[in-house]
Nanobody, 122 residues
Framework: QVQLVESGGRLVQTGGSLRLSCAAS????????MGWFRQAPGKEREFVAY????????NYADSVKGRFTISRDNTKNTAYLQMNSLKPEDTAVYYC???????????????WGQGTQVTVSS
């Protein structure tokens, strides 16, 4: 099993930037595809981004493409989500996710963190 703990969420201004971190437990971190989902108030949880085990393939939701960047540091067992040009529509609880199967990453990954709140003021 993998335990995921997100951090870095806070209040930011429209147009600002923020980096979320996801600390993963265990020694098999590098074997997992890592990703991020988010859930805005009153809306369903939606896919944001994922990154393959070697960092060679990134995939983004259309709503964040060009503004968000997912990355990982396997030596630190940590994944990141760099968010730039933030909009009020980005306000949500952001969840770190992981799976050994890339096919799950846009639908419903195997492992989830507890979430971290990002609020973008308007």
């Amino acid at each position: 099993q993998v335990q995921l703990v997100e951090s870095g969420g806070r209040l930011v201004q429209t147009g600002g930037s923020l980096r979320l971190s996801c600390a993963a437990s265990g020694r098999t971190f590098s074997s997992y595809v890592m990703g991020w989902f988010r859930q805005a108030p009153g809306k369903e949880r939606e896919f944001v981004a994922y990154l393959t085990w070697n960092g060679g393939l990134r995939n983004y939701a259309d709503s964040v493409k060009g503004r968000f960047t997912i990355s990982r540091d396997n030596t630190k067992n940590t994944a990141y989500l760099q968010m730039n040009s933030l909009k009020p529509e980005d306000t949500a609880v952001y969840y770190c996710t992981a799976s050994t199967d890339i096919a799950t990453m846009r639908v419903w990954p195997t492992y989830w963190g507890q979430g971290t709140q990002v609020t973008v003021s308007s």
